[in-house]
């Protein structure tokens, strides 16, 4: 047998990586991850040692200052971060998502005007598609952008923004010719300093606390002409286009939050006794134990097979990509729930971070499009033909 078959292996480059971000990860974020939550504030630790490690923003390419990471490299970095603080892992995973549509679209000017700031860790991004009549229905949004001379003017809101207040740059999809439907959807790219852009107060959320969640106003927001991603009427195609190569990272981070909280049952199991002995020594616990293996470790190969086919550019991710996030949120969810029950009446407290984990993992399964519409999306591309 040939040792140096390596389908399905990751490259060394990818295991060295994992190595660094848990090392950083454990030591600069999760000392702070409890009280992060619990005071409902941003990590600016996990942000300015990620800045320093060059772990902000590893996506970009080199070419805007970035560390070119590839999407499995990427979604390995989420997941590293999510194992110990799903809040902090929020830096990079939505980085990725504000600056995809300029990647995917945008000019060669507006990559160079906004993503070197953000490769660097200087600031954020953020990404605006939902507001609060269209959320699964995001084709039906009201926010509206029309051309006055040399600048477009924004009005309206958007809701539900990851980092929103505290990301400089966002994108924004907004209508720009309403009798076209989703071909008159326009994607901008706007600063927090662009006049007529107005940041609305956080949501008070079940999980992900240390990620403010805000609304966002455009009252008369003017920007750039320049500042438009790609042609008029090609925004929703992009806003589509950019959760393909997202939805893995939602998936990665839903992996992090699973195997943290299955190491943390693990630890638990093996010291708490009851009926003189270790609750690992029942066949319960094991067997309980072995499926949350078995389903973090399916999730994290499928999040990693739909990061690569993004990475290498495949057309139709569509179903891969649903698939991943869809499969690894709703394995988080029931990993966190389980490493709770193994953790007994001390899980439900704040004591231990299962609880935590369990509350941040609900979140997978709702953004970046809830599970029933990830499978709306895998049903349309299984009867297409
Ligand atoms: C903490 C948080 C952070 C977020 N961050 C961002 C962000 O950074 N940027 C951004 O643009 N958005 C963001 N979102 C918005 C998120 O993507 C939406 O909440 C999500 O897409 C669902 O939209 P909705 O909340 O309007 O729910 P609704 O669309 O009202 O859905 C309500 C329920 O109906 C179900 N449903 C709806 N339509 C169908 C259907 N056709 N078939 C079956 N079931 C259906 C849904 O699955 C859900 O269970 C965030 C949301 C939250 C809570």
């Known amino acids: 047998m040939d040792p140096s078959f390596d389908t ?49 923003a590893v996506h970009v390419p080199e070419a805007y200052g970035g560390q070119g ?19 902090s892992s929020l830096i990079p995973a939505v980085n990725k998502l504000g600056t995809m549509p300029i990647l995917l679209s945008g000019s060669e000017e507006l990559k160079k005007a906004v993503l070197p700031s953000i490769a660097s860790g200087e600031v954020t991004a953020s990404y605006a598609l939902s507001e609060r009549e269209a959320g699964s229905d995001a ?44 071909n008159g959807i326009s994607a901008f790219v706007v600063h927090a300093d662009d006049p007529g852009f107005v940041v609305g107060p956080k949501e008070k959320k079940l ?51 699973a195997q943290g909280a ?3 049952a693990r630890a638990y199991v093996k010291e708490r006794k009851q009926f003189g002995r270790a609750i690992a020594d029942f ?21 990693y097979v739909a990061a690569a086919r993004a990475e290498r550019g495949e057309p139709n991710l569509g ?38 984990m369990m509350r941040d993992a609900k979140i997978t399964q709702i953004y970046e499009g809830t599970n029933q519409i990830q499978r709306m999306v895998m049903a349309r591309s299984l009867l297409r033909d």
Request: hydrophobic share 40%.
């Open 139 to 182: 084709a039906s949004m009201k926010t509206r952008a029309h051309l006055d001379g040399d600048h477009w003017v924004l009005n309206g809101s958007k809701c539900w923004i990851t980092n929103g207040g505290v990301s400089k740059w966002y994108t924004v999809m907004a209508v720009t010719d309403p009798d076209k439907g989703a």
């Open 8 to 56: 399905y292996k990751l490259a060394e480059e990818h295991e060295a990586l994992r190595e660094s971000v848990r090392a950083l990860a454990e030591k600069e974020i999760a000392p702070h991850a409890a009280e992060v939550d619990e005071q409902e504030r941003y990590p600016q630790e996990a942000l300015e040692a990620l800045a320093k490690a060059g772990f902000a």
């Open 319 to 356: 179903f891969i990509s649903s698939a991943a996030k869809c499969f690894a949120s709703d394995v988080a969810m029931e990993v966190t729930t389980n490493a709770v029950q193994l953790f007994g009446g001390a899980g439900y407290t704040r004591d231990f971070p299962v609880e935590r």
């Open 283 to 303: 066949q319960g616990v094991q067997f309980m134990l072995a499926d949350m293996a078995m389903k973090t470790e399916a999730a994290r190969q499928m999040v």
């Open 69 to 87: 990471a590839d999407s499995v490299a990427t979604c390995i970095v989420i997941e590293e971060v999510a194992r110990v603080c799903a809040s």
């Open 207 to 257: 999980g992900i606390k240390g990620s403010p969640t805000a609304e966002l106003y455009f009252e008369n927001c003017t920007i750039p002409a320049d500042r438009i991603i790609g042609e008029p009427g090609t925004g929703f195609k992009t806003a589509l286009r950019t959760l393909d190569h997202t939805r893995p990272t939602i998936g990665a981070q839903a992996v992090g939050i």
């Open 262 to 264: 299955l190491d943390a």
